[in-house]
């Protein structure tokens, strides 16, 4: 049972997070009574972290978390913050100890009301520390002082460590955003204090999945993809297996292996789609992991990519000009169809117009290619102003994407993770490439362009 929810939180729901895909599932949803109170009752096979959440749409550092485990008799009660103020019951000793975590976690992260982040580096690093030695001081105190068992204690302990850690990445990450990275020495330091752990990732602590993916991404990928994509034709091994071999012959456990080698072939996925080093590296996985708990999620990705590989009928999509005329795709059968998946504060796709523009210029002449360009901005002014401003005349048609619910079923059919993105149709409404060559390639699309002209002229 968890009582005081609020008068605004119209749903109450309990969520887990899947450590490799980050996808959330409902254990447990229900509306509160008059008096705040709701009770849940749901089966659950084995212990793990989840996060209770109040309200429609609920902030990342809103979400309460929980440690629940089979059996448990739990009644939580909330504050006026809506946070835990106490837990009773079977199972109430981990979620207290959650409970005190979170309160000691969110009065350094929002001292003074500024969130950690917005602090200069001196100021940072003294909070952290604060905090850090906050947290060590309330464990001791706590096992202490209470019957917690073992297992649990040590894993609220790893979670603890990995908080700080997270909250050092994150802010450095954050500032290495803002200036191209120039401190990737100390991001890589910090990563190198990481614990390869795999019970962290069976309990869904989401903090450790998420450290672990910014690790792979910048130790792994970044670097190796840089350097496919500017010597296309080297002979050395495609990155995708180079850093698969890099795994195997690395120093981890089989379970962080696995893990690594499923999030390998996610990240390829994500950045080419289905490619013969991807599905090659996909089907030799699932041949040595058959049982894997990740399988599930790579088999839908990769559902999901066969529905838009070259020969597959192109998903519809529409959009509205900026007089607010609708354009759909279907309505430009007959045609081929250049897509480029845009936005405004997308420093990469901006320096992608001229070549674009000289693109579009190389095809002026011809009726049966169309560039659309479709913007995925959410502010609506920024889009108007910049494409009646030096990106005025391009594309046949410049659409502004239409969402259902604040989703965007073109980005989800599409797997759009990342812009810029380009995509070729044929003159059939068939997909040519969901991941097709930039403007900047120049030659290189034109005559993918000019081979479909060619190819009706033939036939």
């Not at 605004?8 to 490799?20: G, L, Q």
Request: glycine share 6%; hydrophobic share 40%; with cysteine.
């Amino acid at each position: 049972m968890i009582t005081n929810t609020g008068s605004d939180a119209s749903v109450v729901r309990i969520m887990i997070t899947n450590s490799f895909s980050f996808e959330t599932s409902t254990l447990a949803e229900g509306k509160p009574d008059s008096a705040g109170r709701v009770t849940f009752e749901f089966p659950l096979s084995e212990a793990t972290l989840a996060t209770i959440e109040t309200g429609v749409s609920v902030a990342e550092d809103k979400r309460i978390p929980i440690y629940l485990a089979p059996g448990y008799d739990l009644e939580i009660t909330l504050n006026a913050s809506g946070l835990i103020a106490h837990c009773e019951g079977k199972g109430s000793e981990p979620n207290n100890y959650l409970a005190k975590v979170n309160d000691l976690i969110r009065t350094i992260v929002w001292a003074g009301g500024k969130h950690i982040n917005k602090r200069d580096s001196a100021s940072f690093f003294h909070q952290l520390d604060s905090l850090d030695l906050q947290l060590r001081d309330f464990h001791h105190h706590y096992i202490d002082t209470v019957d917690l068992a073992i297992e649990i204690a040590d894993l609220l302990s790893k979670r603890n460590t990995v908080s700080v850690l997270y909250l050092k990445q994150n802010y450095e990450w954050n500032a290495g955003a803002r200036n191209g990275f120039k401190n990737r020495k100390r991001i890589e330091a910090i990563m190198d204090e990481i614990p390869f752990d795999s019970t962290l990732l069976s309990y869904r602590v989401l903090e450790y999945a998420t450290m672990l993916h910014m690790n792979m991404v910048l130790k792994f990928h970044v670097s190796p993809r840089k350097a496919s994509q500017e010597e296309p034709f080297s002979e050395a091994p495609a990155p995708e297996f180079a850093i698969d071999t890099k795994i195997e012959n690395g120093e981890f456990s089989p379970e962080l292996k696995t893990f690594l080698k499923a999030k390998n072939i996610a990240f390829w996925l994500t950045a080419k789609g289905i490619t013969p080093p991807v599905d090659s590296l996909y089907r030799e996985f699932k041949k040595r992991y058959p049982n894997s708990s990740y399988l599930p999620s790579l088999n839908k990705r990769f559902d999901m990519w066969f529905a838009i590989a070259p020969g597959q009928p192109a998903p519809d999509f529409s959009g509205n000009t900026p007089d607010g005329k609708k354009i759909s795709l279907s309505d430009l059968k007959g045609k081929i169809v250049y897509v480029d998946v845009w936005a405004t504060w997308c420093g990469p796709c901006v320096a992608e117009m001229p070549h674009m523009r000289k693109l579009q210029d190389r095809f002026s002449k011809n009726e049966d290619v169309a560039f659309v360009l479709i913007s995925v901005d959410e502010k609506e002014e920024a889009w108007k102003k910049k494409i009646a401003g030096d990106m005025k005349g391009l594309g046949t048609y410049s659409i502004r994407e239409q969402k259902q619910d604040g989703g965007s079923p073109f980005q989800k059919v599409y797997q759009i993770s990342g812009i810029p993105r380009y995509i070729l149709i044929d003159q059939a409404g068939k997909i040519v490439a969901a991941e097709a060559e930039r403007p900047s390639s120049g030659d290189v699309i034109a005559a993918e362009i000019n081979k479909l002209l060619n190819k009706k002229q033939e036939g």
